[in-house]
């Protein structure tokens, strides 16, 4: 009797919120079709794959890839590479678009708000081939950054091949690009922080920049720790369109990651089992890294993702 009780209760509730029930489904076949089914293709990762033969023809190989991965001088090389640079877009990247947020919110005249916020956006929208033609426009020989520096008294860099400057130019570019789309998280919270605390603030004499220190911060600091878990969570995403975009042969053993490497590996040289083994490798090492994160934000802090 009790159990029925629960499910005409459950039922009701679902029946109350079903216009917003429907609106799942969209997004959840989504989910299902692009990011569950195509986890059965993570049996490649163990097999000598063959396309003629498909996932169920192709013989069991075991972890003949992984140590095929591990033992290769280029994929240690990608993956060295990927950490450092997205170490660098996180060490650079991450804080950027909080103060950003916080800048944005300060501003008053709604139009020249609207206006900043227009003009910050704008380049998430843009491809990152597009985006290479502007850097590459701004960097070159030619272009208007040598061009100070030569007016500066240095000499012309050649910032696109030059291994000392390549992680730079796309840790910038990388920044420039996302840092007003990722601002709008941290946006959407400052809105939800209650006026009283800023107007109680003014009342006992608390400058602007106080009040940005001492409620807008604080009060943000649980939307900061979860999109630094899912940052790290990510550590082995350098960005692949943004990397096969600008570089080349000349940077290679500073450019070349992950990513990269699959798609060289699996579509050049023909490996697909080797190439889901590297996914697969980089999807544990995400999923230790949330993990491990989590647990040590947790001693600091009780705002945690899980």
């Known amino acids: 009797m009790e159990r029925m009780e629960v499910r005409n209760r459950r039922f009701a509730a679902i029946w109350r919120y079903k216009y917003l029930y ?17 986890m059965a293709g993570l049996a490649m990762a163990f097999q000598d794959f063959k396309l003629v033969k498909g996932i169920f023809g192709s013989p069991f190989i075991g972890l003949a890839n992984f140590q095929y991965l591990l033992s290769s001088d280029m994929f240690q090389r990608a993956f060295r590479n990927t950490v450092v640079i997205s170490a660098y877009k996180i060490l650079f990247g991450f804080p950027i678009p909080i103060m950003l ?6 501003i008053r005249v709604s139009a020249f708000k609207r206006t900043v916020q227009t003009i910050f956006y704008l380049p998430h ?10 850097v590459f426009n701004f960097v070159k020989e030619m272009g208007p950054v040598n061009y100070l520096i030569r007016a500066l008294g240095g000499k012309t860099v050649f910032f696109l091949s030059d291994t000392r400057y390549f992680r730079s130019v796309v840790v910038i570019s ?3 690009k996302e840092m007003g ?3 709008i998280i941290y946006l959407a919270a400052l809105t939800g922080v209650p006026q009283e605390l800023y107007e109680s603030a003014a009342i006992d004499g608390a400058s602007r920049f106080k009040c940005l220190l001492r409620i807008s911060l604080p009060c943000i600091r649980p ?5 630094f878990l899912l940052r ?26 992950i990513d990269t490497y699959v798609f060289r590996i699996g579509l050049q040289d023909v490996k697909f089992g080797v190439s889901a083994a590297a996914g697969m490798f980089k999807s544990v090492i995400a999923c230790i890294m949330v993990v491990a994160t989590n647990k040590m934000m947790g001693r600091f802090d009780q705002e945690t993702l899980f």
């Open 223 to 227: 939307t900061i720790i979860i999109m």
């Open 22 to 38: 429907l609106m799942l489904i969209p997004g959840l076949l989504y989910i299902i079709l692009f990011h569950y089914l195509p």
């Open 125 to 134: 929208f843009l491809s990152w081939i597009v985006m290479f033609g502007l």
């Open 174 to 176: 990388d920044i420039w």
């Open 181 to 183: 789309w990722n601002a």
């Open 232 to 257: 790290i969570g990510g550590i082995l995403n350098a960005g692949f369109e943004q990397i096969f975009a600008l570089y080349n042969s000349g940077v290679f053993s500073v450019g070349d990651i």
């Open 101 to 106: 947020a916080l800048f944005v919110n300060e």
